[in-house]
């Protein structure tokens, strides 16, 4: 059963792999993003050592990471999912002999394994050449990213995967999928460092799974979190990815009795 789910992965790297061409401009936008972003930020330090607790350096190196780290676990699954629910055809993934929510992770994952490879690697090689950032010198905090970088994935694939199964319940969610987008890039951090909004807000939003997503995993590759502090941040991500899995099974079972009750 294991092999039939790494199936998944690997055609949808092949998949992605087929329709390669399309990522190169996507290099180029993202690259393009962190220009705007590092000479704005540039603007806003105006010779100042610090702000927010980021130094200049840093907040260029989060900023390059940030976005290409996007390009990793970012996906359209919630989209995917909804088309699905509203052309008919997920009925059929409730006879197949396997678990529907599962196979959409996996096929998530081959899309991130393709996004990492020929997305964020090769632009990020040309974000170190364009702009100054400094890239960590410690193996644990390079390893501690990487991991971190996987759960990202993970907590973002969840919330589309939630997100999308609204369909059941919600003529369109296409309304709901565009606010996720923009919630998702502003709360988590990408938009504007969380340790930059007014601190009432930063303790509502310690609360919400969307730090996990790109300022903790940000704030360890820029050397703000060291040593033991890597693995407390990897734990609320962990803790999140926990949380997480329980509204998403709630709402597929109740997908699938409504499904069964509106279907016969």
Do not use: C, H
Not at 74 to 89: C, Q, S, V
Not at 138 to 162: A, D, E, K, R
Not at 166 to 177: K, P, S, V, Y
């Amino acid at each position: 059963m294991s092999s039939l789910y790494l199936d998944f992965i690997r055609i949808r790297f092949l998949t992605m792999l087929a329709y390669r061409v399309n990522y190169y401009s996507g290099i180029l936008v993202y690259t393009l993003n962190i220009g705007v972003y590092y000479f704005t930020w540039q603007a806003i330090y105006g010779g100042k050592e610090q702000l927010a607790g980021f130094t200049a350096a840093q907040m260029t190196t989060y900023v390059a990471v940030s976005w290409m780290a996007r390009a990793f676990y970012f996906n359209n699954l919630d989209r995917e999912i909804a088309t699905e629910i509203r052309d008919g055809t997920i009925a059929i993934q409730f006879i197949r002999p396997y678990n529907y929510l599962l196979v959409k992770m996996m096929q998530g994952f081959g899309e991130g394994l393709f996004r990492f490879t020929m997305f964020m690697i090769p632009g990020m090689i040309i974000a170190i050449i364009l702009f100054p950032v400094q890239l960590p010198t410690s193996p644990v905090s390079w390893i501690g990213f990487l991991v971190m970088l996987f759960f990202s994935f993970l907590i973002n694939t969840q919330l589309n995967i939630l997100v999308g199964l609204m369909a059941f319940f919600i003529e369109n969610n296409d309304g709901l999928m565009r606010m996720k987008r923009v919630v998702v890039d502003l709360f988590s951090g990408l938009l504007i460092p969380i340790s930059f909004f007014p601190g009432w807000l930063v303790s509502i939003m310690n609360f919400l799974p969307f730090q996990a997503i790109t300022y903790l995993p940000g704030s360890v590759f820029t050397g703000r979190v060291q040593g033991t502090g890597i693995l407390e941040v990897l734990g609320i991500q962990v803790l999140w990815f926990v949380i997480l899995l329980v509204p998403m099974i709630i709402v597929w079972r109740a997908a699938r009795v409504r499904l069964f009750v509106q279907g016969g």
